[in-house]
């Protein structure tokens, strides 16, 4: 069964490094999303893309983050200068279709522990 | 805007007896609600969703959801659960033909006993 898979499974960093968290979508979909947890709290939206440019995105999602498709498989988020509170659980998603009546596959997340 | 509130962060329940997860919601506009499940170490996976129609749903693993409009409720139910069902449930809303902007709730992690 074709699923999303990221990495790294989980990433240490140091308060200011840049951290680029890799996904690899469902490959027939078009539609790619990051959200996170924050532990304890709920998952949140952060962005969606397609066609290489971001659809929609949320308050979260400031200027220390951008998302890239490098490539014809990898879809990428980069955080360029981290902080404490990004600390969190990021998850992957992508869809086949823009229209939320499907379904959205979601890959196992990466964890970020920022020190 | 739309908001998600699950009101049980743990719960605890001896193998084969029955569970409901509490979901409500709050939203200004019409609605599709999901819920999700998450196995450790695993990604979220979808159980069910209530798009239109009937408000009783069907999902994998045995899983139901009744879709209540006047309580702004979507409670997950399972008659009788296993030890597998162990794993975080989250239900989650997004607006009616819109984008998978879906907001969540923080979860309820579901404890099968033996």
């Known amino acids: 069964e074709p699923e999303v898979t990221q990495t790294p499974s989980h990433q240490v960093t140091q308060m200011g490094q840049e951290v680029i968290l890799r996904c690899v979508p469902i490959s027939n979909h078009l539609y790619f999303y990051w959200y996170r947890q924050i532990l304890g709290q709920k998952v949140e939206f952060l962005v969606s893309?397609?066609?290489?440019?971001?659809?929609?995105k949320s308050e979260i999602f400031d200027d220390q983050f951008s998302v890239e498709r490098p490539d014809g498989s990898n879809f990428t988020l980069k955080i360029r200068s981290t902080k404490l509170e990004d600390s969190a659980m990021y998850f992957c998603a992508s869809s086949r279709v823009r229209i939320n009546t499907g379904e959205l596959f979601f890959g196992e997340g990466s964890r970020l522990t920022v020190l | 805007a739309q908001s998600v509130t699950q009101l049980d962060s743990q719960v605890p329940v001896f193998e084969e007896a029955p569970v409901e997860l509490r979901c409500n919601y709050s939203s200004s506009v019409s609605v599709y609600l999901f819920w999700y499940v998450q196995y450790p170490n695993q990604g979220l996976q979808l159980l069910l969703k209530?798009?239109?129609?009937?408000?009783l749903v069907k999902g994998i693993n045995g899983f139901e959801a009744e879709f209540n409009k006047s309580q702004t409720s979507f409670h997950l139910r399972k008659p009788s659960v296993h030890i597998s069902d162990t794993a975080e449930y989250f239900c989650?809303?997004?607006?009616?033909?819109?984008?998978?902007?879906?907001?969540f709730g923080t979860g309820t992690r579901l404890k099968v006993l033996a």
């Open positions: 989650a809303v997004s607006e009616t033909s819109g984008t998978y902007k879906y907001i």
């Open positions: 209530y798009l239109s129609g009937s408000t």
């Open positions: 893309f397609y066609n290489n440019e971001i659809s929609e």
